[in-house]
């Protein structure tokens, strides 16, 4: 089945500081990478995905790259507020139709 | 449209006893999740129904099982529960759970096994 790493486990950065989350696959199949956000006390919520067919995509602060050849794929946080403090968690999904999720990663921005 | 919603939001349970959880998931969404989130671990997919049909098992034992009604509402059951199973516990809907459908997640039930 499909195995999904992601790192670094906790990034902490300074407010206005860029931020990097990587993963990577294993499934040469998966095609849909979502990435989600959890808030502490808060459920998950979708905050930016991509398709395999498109190698980079970006909404305001936030963009996702992905390098299919590599199977790796990583979320850009750019000019980090305190408000983006959270876990982040990214997927991967493909043939099975279910995500296989990376184990997360604990943003903390300071102000 | 209202949210996916999860019923109870906390629950304190003692090891051998089992518990049902509830889920209700977006109007018109057919695909029901169920996740177990733990420290450290992320999320592990429990399964997935879809039309009242069990379409996806993840690498859980057999005490851990589900089912959907006619509505889309989903519960699952754990049996002769264990410390280990202590957990947030997510259920995630979507339209027909195809591979781009969007998951939208309810807020969880925090189960505790005393």
């Known amino acids: 089945g499909e195995n999904v790493e992601q790192h670094p486990s906790t990034l902490s950065v300074q407010e206005g500081d860029s931020a990097v989350i990587k993963c990577t696959y294993s499934d040469s199949a998966s095609n849909y990478f979502p990435w989600y956000k959890q808030e502490l006390g808060k459920r998950p919520q979708l905050i930016i995905d991509?398709?395999?067919?498109?190698g980079e995509k970006k909404d305001q602060r936030i963009a996702v790259t992905l390098n299919k050849t590599a199977k790796h794929f990583s979320l850009h946080i750019t000019e980090t507020q305190p408000e983006d403090s959270a876990v982040y968690f990214c997927?991967?999904?493909?043939?099975?139709?279910?995500?296989?999720f990376g184990r997360g990663t604990s943003l903390i921005v300071h102000p | 449209k209202a949210g996916v919603t999860q019923t109870p939001r906390y629950l304190i349970k003692t090891r051998g006893q089992q518990v049902t959880l509830s889920c209700s998931p977006i109007s018109g969404h057919r695909s029901v999740s169920w996740y177990q989130q733990t420290p450290g671990q992320g999320l592990q997919f429990l399964f997935e129904y879809f039309s009242e049909t069990q379409r996806n098992k993840g690498n859980f034992p057999g005490r851990f099982s589900g089912r959907q009604f006619s509505n889309s509402r989903s519960e699952m059951n754990v049996s002769t529960l264990e410390l280990g199973d202590s957990a947030l516990y997510l259920c995630?809907?979507?339209?027909?759970?195809?591979?781009?459908?969007?998951?939208?997640f309810g807020p969880g039930t925090r189960l505790t096994v005393l």
């Open positions: 991509i398709r395999s067919n498109v």
């Open positions: 995630a809907s979507s339209l027909a759970g195809e591979v781009y459908n969007e998951q939208f």
């Open positions: 997927a991967a999904k493909g043939g099975s139709y279910i995500p296989t």
